[in-house]
């Protein structure tokens, strides 16, 4: 009898074990054996999102621990985030940290369930039930908006719409933006600012790698010759960095259209600025003084400064926007800190289409997790949400919407480094064992939700590759998500 037991806890133990090394088959003599090697205790973390952060994460994880199984909650039926749909065309480069992400989810302690809308499919509390931590990963799905009147016009866009567009995020598909007009106008200086005006004004073969056929079709016919880029602040706080700007001033059949005035006394201060701020500067000054002696460019491109967006101006038909209104702001304080103050007066600029790129923004994702609304992140110290056990965070749901993907994965292996810190002094119970993906899996059952693993998705990805060779581009994106779940499970 005494023995019996023992045998079936044996057993319990091993099948605990084979879910963790991601084996279905039942084998209790070779199981055994494994035991031997491995912890009893099977460690099981779910995170939710696979963009950058969700696989940084992850991949810390696994190389940290041998007994921990990881696996990734995403809502698309595609893995990757930001590299798939934020990444420029003309970038392809960036999205070689693909080939990393694909290793860890390949992993034999990893899993990918694609298709899974955290927050509507199944709760957050449901998957602390069924896992020993829950890191939270889905980054920046929103965006900030300008508030003023007329935003809702045809012809403004938000930039992360506009991006989503071009790198067929599905629910952007039906954005088809008309470009038609001359003049564009794009709020914030950032770097995705710097993205979408050089998509609107690159030569068509640069962006010939992923970009969405049918935006290809579009910026063929674009009638779209003049991008300004409009800050609130002065020369000395653009938001963007050298390598973009650089790119901005090398485009081809472009010539740059700044205000000289805008850089007076710019240079006396060259000086005292922290080493990247000067060399961005001291590029900008340089592009000011080679302007005046351009040339028979067809396009052209220029910052605007100390402007803020006051009001959209409808043309004739009341329905479209024709021009936008700014207020002329000057600066108080000096240096990163300076802030915008509007002077009372007000300038108005004609253009056809109007892009604000002024942030993305983090947005609840369950009622019963902590949201910090003012500052749109989810409350943390070093990764922990704020006042609930078990719940983590990485990426810009947990820093906001800023930072390259070398941030992000920074910022994903100290949170790591925190789970994997509470592990070991006891702040998580792991003397439980969780049901992991079993339990959660039986859930989304009973919702009808029907999940893409990640060879699934490896389906999709070779018929995107075959797509894209018959237009000659390394791949061609599905835009549709039952499209995408069609292949997925053919
Ligand atoms: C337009 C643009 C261009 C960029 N270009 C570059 C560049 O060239 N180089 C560079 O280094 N950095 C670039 N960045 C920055 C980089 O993309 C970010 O640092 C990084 O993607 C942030 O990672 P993340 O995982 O936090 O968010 P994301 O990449 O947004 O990933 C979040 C994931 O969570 C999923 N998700 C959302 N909600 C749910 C839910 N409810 N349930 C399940 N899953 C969910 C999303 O579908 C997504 O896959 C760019 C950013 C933007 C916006
Ligand atoms: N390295 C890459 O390859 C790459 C490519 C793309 C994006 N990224 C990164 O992704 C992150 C997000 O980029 P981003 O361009 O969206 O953000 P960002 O760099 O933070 O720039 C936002 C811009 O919008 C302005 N802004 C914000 N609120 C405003 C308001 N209410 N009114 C007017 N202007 C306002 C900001 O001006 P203020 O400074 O005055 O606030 C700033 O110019 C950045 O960290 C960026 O570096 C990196
Ligand atoms: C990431 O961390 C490393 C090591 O601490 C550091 O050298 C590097 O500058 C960081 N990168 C970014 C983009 O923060």
């Known amino acids: 009898m005494r023995n019996m037991k023992m045998h079936f ?74 590299v798939r749909f934020g990444v420029a065309p003309d970038h392809p480069e960036v999205k070689n940290v693909i080939n990393t992400f694909t290793q860890t989810a390949q992993h034999d302690r990893c899993s990918f369930y694609g298709n899974v809308n955290v927050g509507k499919d199944v709760s957050v509390q449901e998957l602390q039930q069924a896992y020993h931590a829950v890191v939270l990963s889905y980054g920046a799905e929103g965006n900030r908006k300008m508030g003023v009147t ?28 008309d470009l038609s007009c001359e003049t564009v106008v794009i709020l914030g200086q950032g770097n995705v600012a710097l993205d979408v005006a050089r998509v609107l004004l690159s030569p068509l073969d640069i962006l010939k790698t992923d970009i969405t056929q ?18 609130r602040r002065g020369p000395l706080q653009v938001a963007c960095t050298i390598k973009f700007l650089r790119e901005m001033l090398n485009l081809p059949d472009t010539r740059t259209e700044m205000l000289a005035s805008d850089f007076e006394g710019i240079s006396d201060t060259l000086k005292d600025l922290p080493r990247p701020r000067k060399r961005l ?9 080679e302007a005046k002696e351009e040339t028979d460019a067809r396009k052209r491109w220029g910052f605007r400064f100390l ?39 007000v300038e108005d600029v ?31 110290n070093l990764g922990r949400v704020q006042d609930t056990s078990g719940l983590y965070c990485s990426g810009w749901v947990k820093r906001g919407p800023t930072g390259v993907i070398a941030t992000t994965m920074n910022d994903s292996f100290d949170t790591a480094r925190t789970l994997l810190q509470d592990m070991e002094s006891g702040v998580l119970d792991l003397s439980v064992s969780k049901a ?35 237009n000659g581009k ?17």
Request: glycine share 8%.
């Open 214 to 231: 049918s935006a290809l079709q579009a910026l063929e016919a674009s009638k779209v010759r003049r991008v300004l880029v409009v800050g």
């Open 281 to 289: 500067t001291e590029l900008m000054l340089k592009a000011v003084k």
């Open 9 to 82: 806890a044996a057993i319990q133990r091993c099948l605990l074990v084979q879910q963790c090394m991601g084996t279905s088959s039942v084998n209790v003599f070779t199981s055994v054996r494994k035991l031997a090697s491995a912890t009893s205790t099977c460690l099981k973390v779910c995170i939710v999102g696979a963009g950058p952060a969700g696989f940084y994460t992850a991949q810390h994880l696994l190389k940290s621990r041998t007994d921990v199984q990881v696996d990734l909650y995403e809502r698309l039926p595609v893995p990757f985030g930001l």
């Open 350 to 380: 004609e253009c056809g289409m109007i892009i604000s790129s002024i942030g993305y923004k983090s947005l609840p994702i369950d009622s019963s997790v902590p949201f910090d609304l003012k500052r749109a992140i989810l409350p943390n």
């Open 474 to 490: 390394p791949r061609e994106k599905l835009l549709d998500v039952k499209e995408m779940l069609s292949v997925a499970w053919s």
């Open 150 to 177: 007329g935003e809702d016009l045809a012809g403004v866009y938000s930039a992360k719409d506009f991006v989503g567009w071009y790198n067929g995020l599905p629910c952007n598909k039906q954005l088809q933006p």
């Open 307 to 345: 402007r803020s967006p006051v009001e959209v101006l409808a043309g004739p038909d009341g329905a479209r926007a024709a021009a936008i209104r700014l207020a002329v702001n000057k600066l108080e304080g000096s240096g990163d800190a300076a802030r915008a103050v509007t002077t009372g007066q």
């Open 436 to 470: 992991g993906s079993g339990a959660i899996s039986a859930l989304l059952g009973s919702r009808g939700v029907r999940v893409v693993s990640f060879p699934e998705w490896e389906k999709i990805n070779t018929e995107e590759v075959r797509r894209g060779e018959v």
